[in-house]
């Protein structure tokens, strides 16, 4: 293949690219809007975060990759940091956020991210929320990385679950068993209970609450699961 054919195709993707960003920066947000508010929402567990509200403490939100599809809606207009993947899909994801009064940062635990963790600290220490999908981008599903406990740690937030579940839902053949809903099904969205992290932990504590935190969530996550049996 020669030089400039090379070069027009690379172009060709370029403007295939931008258009689907564009399709869902615009168009597709407005598509999720009303997807949302079709369906019937039920909200529990969420007096616990109150409370830490009220309190002024710094919260990280805790969602598994697998149940981000109600993020963009459910957690709009309340000024959240959103860590997102700088990968193809986040770019995706940051499109949808963008308007929705999120404060988007770039990164995660598969990419240098000095600038948005030095963010993210700056955030939690002026009583700020910020939210990590603590097994992405990549997985492996529902395992628990290492970032959210160092940041609670370092700053004193609270760590607090967040999943749903859905009456009509599917469940697609992703590596995070991504969950979607049909318009106008009945949802469950629920807060979990608020996980609080030790200062000053060394290596061995580090992965001790981890584990725990992965235990939490996981327990979690499947009994909201639970909720349609």
Known sequence: MSESAIFDKMREMSLKRDFRLWLIQHP????????MKACRWKITGAEPFEALLAAGRPVIWLIWHGKIFVVPYFFRKRGILALVSPSKDGEFVSRLMDGWGYKLIRGSGSHPMKTAWIEMIKELQAGGQVMIIPDGPKGPDRKFKLGAIK?????????VPFSFSARRKKILHSWDRFEMFYPFAKIAAVYGEPIEVPPNLDSARLEEERLRAEKIMVEFDAAVDRTFG
């Open 28 to 35: 597709g947000k407005i598509l999720i809007w009303l997807w």
């Open 151 to 159: 940041l609670a740690a370092e700053t004193g937030a609270v760590m």
